[in-house]
């Protein structure tokens, strides 16, 4: 027997959450792996369909769970208000730094290995979000927001921000988004401050 509910709480990091049936009664532990042919992450107040089991504790949990997606009218504010589409300022930023680190070497003197070092670390942090979403996807260990966010401060933000693109994985969690900008935007800064003459003068002495 089927039922509908929706997702009451869910923890993105540790892939699992609870559901309220619609018909009422008590919340229903759900995991992961309990959803078949998951498209993408489940999210508070998302409707679902699932079955009922009883585990070995005793304790009810969802099992053959589908996210019920919205109907087809409501689609278009929803690919609107999507954090993971390519909006302005996601559109334009990497370029933008692009112009802005060629101006540096232009007008300043900034370390060459810095090159370098963003390419690696964009590397570096694509494949750790690929890693992660795999991760989550599977119900395995995750790596923490904080190690991405230390990866994207380091230099590895271009590779952040294409695989929160590519693989639509971080771009919806407001809270992280909002911690992210905010190391892209101390990276850039302390380009700046390297491609300044003040910088120079600082390491000549």
């Given at each position: ?12 990091e540790r892939g699992f959450g609870f559901i309220e ?38 304790k009810k949990r969802a099992i053959n769970a589908e ?139």
């Amino acid at each position: 027997m089927r039922f509908d509910g929706k997702i009451k709480s869910w923890n993105d990091e540790r892939g699992f959450g609870f559901i309220e049936p619609t018909q009422g009664g008590q919340e229903i532990f759900v995991h992961i792996k309990a959803f078949r042919g998951l498209h993408e992450r489940p999210r508070t107040h998302q409707r679902v369909s699932f079955q009922v089991e009883v585990g070995p504790q005793g304790k009810k949990r969802a099992i053959n769970a589908e996210l019920i997606r919205a109907a087809p009218a409501s689609r278009p504010s929803t690919r609107r208000g999507n954090p993971a589409s390519w909006g302005t300022a996601t559109l334009f930023v990497i370029p933008a730094f692009g112009i802005v680190v060629l101006l540096g070497y232009a007008l300043g003197q900034p370390p060459l290995w810095l090159l370098g070092v963003y390419l690696g670390a964009s590397i570096l942090t694509f494949l750790v979000y690929a890693i992660d979403k795999s991760a989550a996807q599977s119900g395995a260990w995750r790596i923490s927001e904080q190690t991405l966010h230390l990866l994207a401060l380091a230099g590895g933000w271009p590779g952040a921000l294409l695989a929160q693109q590519m693989l639509r994985h971080k771009s919806a969690k407001q809270e992280f988004r909002s911690v992210f900008w905010g190391t892209v935007g101390l990276n850039v800064m302390a380009f700046i401050f390297l491609a300044s003459p003040y910088a120079s003068h600082i390491i000549r002495h």
